[in-house]
């Protein structure tokens, strides 16, 4: 993020695409417009690269996954607490299938159920069934509610060759909800490239978020109005 000029984005889009393969969907729009938008909103969204990797925090909170600008970039929500074994084996099917859909897999997953599962403390085992070239382990405990255990390993279950999968959080959504459970996963090339882009993706968030520091709670709140692309849910939002 130290540079001595500003980047253009066309030389953000060369650098991510060059340097960790990540290059822009052709089907999609631009960033979301926040009408009004606060001038340390503003600020925050011309920090170099946030917006071709995140969308302000734009989709609803009842959505259970959403697409990025880049070619494999997508996020889902892992937050299970207070749903039923039901709903938890649905939710996690559901991200399930966004990530089949969205990578060209060398595994799949074919089921998912919760088992032992306690609604009031967000605990239990969570139950793969899949097929993979992977080693994956096929149950999965869940403790405070958080599915990031289980979408580690449909991670793993589904990474194309060649590539890792990086997970992190959009950090407008860390501003305006801390404990927010929404996790955004890029495909990086293998090898040194994934550490670099873990560092580029920090440096940036705190330019972010350093500017959001007296933004608002208005102003980080999830749009009404979104541009479909920005969702891709099965079956409906």
């Known amino acids: 993020m130290r540079r001595r000029h ?19 969907r052709r089907d999609f729009g631009p960033l979301a417009v926040r009408e009004g938008a606060s001038s340390e909103v503003r600020r925050a969204l011309a920090v170099p690269y946030y917006s071709l990797l995140h969308h302000a925090n734009v989709v609803p909170r009842a959505a ?20 039923s074994a039901r709903a938890v084996s649905a939710r996690a099917e559901q991200i399930a299938r966004v ?9 799949i997953i074919y089921g998912v159920r ?37 979408l580690t390993a449909m991670l793993e279950a ?11 959080r959009d950090p407008f959504d860390v501003r305006e909800q801390p404990a927010s459970s929404w996790r955004w996963v890029f495909p990086i090339r293998s090898g040194e490239a994934v550490e670099e882009f873990h560092d580029l993706h920090r440096e940036m968030s705190f330019a ?7 933004a608002q709670p208005r102003d980080l709140r999830p749009l009404k109005s979104v541009p479909a692309h920005y969702v891709d849910l099965p079956g409906g939002q």
């Open 6 to 24: 500003r980047l253009t984005e066309l030389e953000q889009r060369e650098h991510l695409a060059l340097r960790f393969g990540l290059i822009l």
């Open 64 to 83: 259970t996954a959403q697409r990025g600008r880049l070619i494999g970039s997508i996020a889902v929500q892992v937050d299970a607490a207070g749903l």
């Open 99 to 107: 990530l089949i859909a969205e990578y060209d897999a060398h595994g």
């Open 114 to 150: 919760a088992t032992t599962w306690d609604s009031a403390a967000g605990t239990g085992r969570v139950d793969l069934e899949l097929a993979s070239s992977a080693d994956v382990p096929s149950q999965h405990a869940v403790t405070g509610g958080d599915l990031t255990p289980v």
């Open 158 to 168: 589904v990474r194309p060759a060649g590539t890792e999968l990086a997970v992190v």
């Open 208 to 214: 972010v978020l350093s500017r959001l520091v007296t």
